[in-house]
T-cell receptor
Framework: EADIYQTPRYLVIGTGKKITLECSQTMGHDKMYWYQQDPGMELHLIHYSYGVNSTEKGDLSSESTVSRIRTEHFPLTLESARPSHTSQYLC????????????FGPGTRLTVL | RKEVEQDPGPFNVPEGATVAFNCTYSNSASQSFFWYRQDCRKEPKLLMSVYSSGNEDGRFTAQLNRASQYISLLIRDSKLSDSATYLCVVNIPADYKLSFGAGTTVTVRA
């Protein structure tokens, strides 16, 4: 089992609120990722990080931001949530490279009313 | 054109049957290939990496065909617990990242 954790698992929040989705891993992996996935649809990479102080935008444009101050922690923030942000957000990490096996956290299911 | 394409299915098969499906990829320079399994409303989990010579893990066999740019997954003696969506994953050399297919849904019935 992968040691990668996400909180909260479920979040229902009103429009305009600021939210932070937490992701942490205890495997010492340098590479970390955030994906967005709607029900029955494919995963879309929205952010990734090579390591501490590194953040990059993914393939899908997202209004969210990320930070990587510590190796084990990769939080995602939405400054002002909107209904269009309703989705599942999955965090992942990999050990050696960006094309290495990725291990996923359980996801955060976000609903913005 | 998508970088990774999969037949979405669903493949509905009886218990004990063999089911096989493919995934095609567009970049001939891709070097890393994986099959992930994703249960409904859960996170993807690595099922197996796919090696050039093909590889087997219990009832699951993966094959790589570089000439035709596809990978396949075969499940023998299907179990009810094999019901899931199977994601094909391929590296994109230019971007140094992985690209996930939309998945093939398999439903095994009693």
């Amino acid at each position: 089992e992968a040691d990668i954790y996400q909180t909260p698992r479920y979040l229902v929040i009103g429009t305009g609120k600021k939210i932070t989705l937490e992701c942490s891993q205890t495997m010492g992996h340098d590479k970390m990722y955030w994906y967005q996935q709607d029900p029955g649809m494919e995963l879309h990479l929205i952010h990734y990080s090579y390591g501490v102080n590194s953040t990059e935008k993914g393939d899908l444009s997202s209004e969210s931001t990320v930070s990587r101050i510590r190796t084990e922690h990769f939080p995602l923030t939405l400054e002002s949530a909107r209904p269009s942000h309703t989705s599942q957000y999955l965090c992942a990490s990999s050990e050696y490279s960006l094309t290495d096996t990725q291990y996923f956290g359980p996801g955060t299911r976000l609903t913005v009313l | 054109r998508k970088e990774v394409e999969q037949d979405p299915g669903p493949f509905n098969v009886p218990e004990g049957a063999t089911v096989a499906f493919n995934c095609t990829y567009s970049n001939s320079a891709s070097q890393s290939f994986f099959w992930y399994r994703q249960d409904c409303r859960k996170e993807p989990k690595l099922l197996m990496s796919v090696y050039s010579s093909g590889n087997e893990d219990g009832r699951f066999t993966a094959q790589l065909n570089r000439a035709s740019q596809y990978i396949s997954l075969l499940i023998r003696d299907s179990k009810l617990s094999d019901s899931a969506t199977y994601l094909c994953v391929v590296n994109i050399p230019a971007d140094y990242k992985l690209s996930f297919g939309a998945g093939t849904t398999v439903t095994v019935r009693a």
